[in-house]
């Protein structure tokens, strides 16, 4: 026998339909995902600008001391390093060199960026090759281990693209045997 739907005694969908009519009362207060799902786009919209200008009126981010960068920095760094160590697993064009890794981070500060990567603060490239003995003098040594072998970076260059507007960061390369 097929299962048989509920029927609806009409009442829930009046209460929904009423208090969608009711613009959002304050952004103070965060909504639930039901209360959030009953709003209709207006409202949710209107939220949104209302949250928007509440985040425009805070006070400016504190920017961080030298100390606080150089530690995110180092944190960071070693992030990249294990990130990158993690995409080097054994495929067949490792044996010439030629196995391609992309590892992505977001970095909310541009200066822990930099530093990380040891770049001048005058530094404005979005897209950059950075040679591979700089990558290893600034960043680290990442090496993959597989069964009875290492894998390690190939090629001349590391390619690293930052987008400031998102804070995100993505370096590629290749690697093998």
Same mark, same amino acid.
């Given at each position: 026998?097929?299962?048989?739907?509920?029927?609806?005694?009409?009442?829930? !969908?009046?209460?929904?339909?009423? /208090?969608?009519?009711?613009?959002?009362? %304050?952004?103070?207060?965060?909504?639930?995902?039901?209360?959030?799902?009953?709003?209709?786009? !207006?409202?949710?919209?209107?939220?949104?600008?209302?949250?928007?200008?509440?985040?425009? /009126?805070?006070?400016?981010?504190?920017?961080?001391?030298?100390?606080?960068?150089?530690?995110?920095?180092?944190?960071?760094?070693?992030?990249?390093?294990?990130? +990158?160590?993690?995409?080097?697993?054994?495929?067949?064009?490792?044996?010439?060199?030629?196995?391609?890794?992309?590892?992505?981070?977001? +970095?909310?500060? !541009?200066?822990?960026?930099?530093?990380?990567?040891?770049?001048? !603060? %005058?530094?404005?490239?979005?897209?950059?090759?950075?040679?591979?003995?700089?990558?290893?003098?600034?960043?680290?040594?990442?090496?993959?281990?597989?069964?009875?072998?290492?894998?390690?970076?190939?090629?001349?260059?590391?390619? +690293?693209?930052?987008?400031?507007?998102?804070?995100?960061?993505?370096? /590629?390369?290749?690697?093998?045997?």
């Amino acid at each position: 026998m097929p299962a048989m739907k509920r029927k609806s005694d009409g009442t829930a !969908e009046v209460a929904s339909k009423r /208090s969608r009519t009711n613009p959002p009362a %304050s952004a103070q207060v965060p909504y639930t995902k039901g209360e959030l799902d009953a709003m209709s786009k !207006e409202e949710i919209v209107a939220y949104a600008l209302e949250l928007q200008g509440q985040l425009a /009126s805070m006070p400016g981010r504190v920017e961080l001391s030298k100390d606080e960068v150089q530690e995110k920095a180092h944190k960071a760094a070693v992030m990249l390093i294990k990130g +990158i160590e993690k995409l080097m697993t054994w495929k067949p064009s490792c044996k010439t060199g030629t196995a391609r890794f992309t590892y992505g981070a977001s +970095i909310r500060d !541009e200066a822990v960026f930099k530093r990380m990567l040891k770049l001048p !603060e %005058s530094h404005k490239k979005k897209m950059f090759k950075m040679p591979l003995h700089d990558f290893y003098d600034n960043v680290g040594h990442p090496r993959g281990k597989v069964r009875y072998s290492i894998l390690r970076m190939s090629g001349s260059d590391v390619n +690293i693209r930052w987008d400031p507007e998102e804070c995100h960061f993505k370096v /590629s390369g290749t690697y093998g045997n």
